[in-house]
């Protein structure tokens, strides 16, 4: 079953750094790869990071490029996105889900509950 719930988020100062967690089930990892999403107040969803099931393929929005990175750790089926020099324009509601993380972009598979986290607050602020 597709079970995916992320953690970490907080208030940080800008040049800070933060890491957010996706804590995944077995199903989850072994069939899909993890994305992570992000929405602001009066913002569109934009789509930051992924990494494939086979994690040998990582994405990153233009926006997060050599500021954020994605990384697995299997043996406790969590997947993390460091964030370091972290901007104001980072503030947003951040999202894990199961995708499917093809070269160069995240595919949504589904809007189903089953498939996102509930969502962590990140704040950029001094």
């Known amino acids: 079953q597709v079970h995916v719930a992320e953690s970490g988020g907080g208030l940080v100062q800008p040049g800070g750094s933060l890491r957010l967690s996706c804590a995944a089930s077995e199903f989850t990892l072994d069939y899909y790869g993890i994305g992570w999403f992000r929405q602001a107040p009066g913002k569109e969803r934009e789509g930051v990071s992924c990494i494939s099931r086979s994690d040998d393929i990582t994405y990153y929005a233009d926006s997060v490029q050599g500021r954020f990175t994605i990384s697995r750790d299997s043996a406790k089926k969590t997947v993390y996105l460091q964030m370091n020099n972290l901007k104001p324009e980072d503030t947003a509601v951040y999202y894990c889900?199961?995708?499917?993380?093809?070269?160069?972009?995240?595919?949504?598979?589904?809007?189903?509950?089953?498939?996102w986290g509930q969502g962590t607050q990140v704040t950029v602020s001094s």
């Open positions: 889900a199961a995708v499917f993380c093809p070269e160069g972009r995240i595919v949504v598979v589904t809007t189903a509950d089953d498939y």
